[in-house]
């Protein structure tokens, strides 16, 4: 199960580095949405509506997701099919996906270094207690 996570992020590491090779980028911000300009090899534009949601997070690639925090992930949740990471202006990362065992919906938060975080009573963040 853990081949299954790690292979699946190799892959995908590998998939976004060659298309980010192969594009150049334009962004342009309207409000909370992002467009995001894109030119291929060919030189044909295509443009792709990304949403900041107004928690302040935005979805990042895979390639940028910290090794520190990918192996804590699987060492800590291996069960995790995670389909969605975006991180926050302070640093936070939100992985959001589903357990492969049952498909129920998880939510995890985590600072690049692999520490799991939970919100308090007044929605800051805090290192996870683990006991």
Not at 22 to 42: Q, W
Not at 89 to 104: A, H, I, N, T, W
């Amino acid at each position: 199960m853990k081949r299954k996570v790690l292979y699946t992020v190799i892959a995908s590491l590998i998939f976004f580095t060659a298309c980010e090779e192969s594009k150049a980028k334009n962004t342009v911000k309207n409000d909370e949405k992002t467009v995001e300009v894109t030119k291929n090899k060919a030189g044909e534009a295509t443009a792709q509506n990304t949403v900041q949601e107004s928690d302040g997070f935005k979805e990042v690639a895979p390639e940028k997701v910290p090794r520190t925090l990918l192996s804590a992930l699987m060492k800590t949740y291996p069960d995790a099919y995670i389909q969605k990471i975006s991180v926050n202006d302070d640093g936070v990362y939100r992985l959001d996906g589903s357990m492969e065992s049952d498909g129920s919906k998880v939510r995890y938060y985590a600072k690049a270094d692999g520490t799991w975080l939970v919100k308090d009573d007044k929605g800051n963040f805090v290192a996870k207690d683990n006991n």
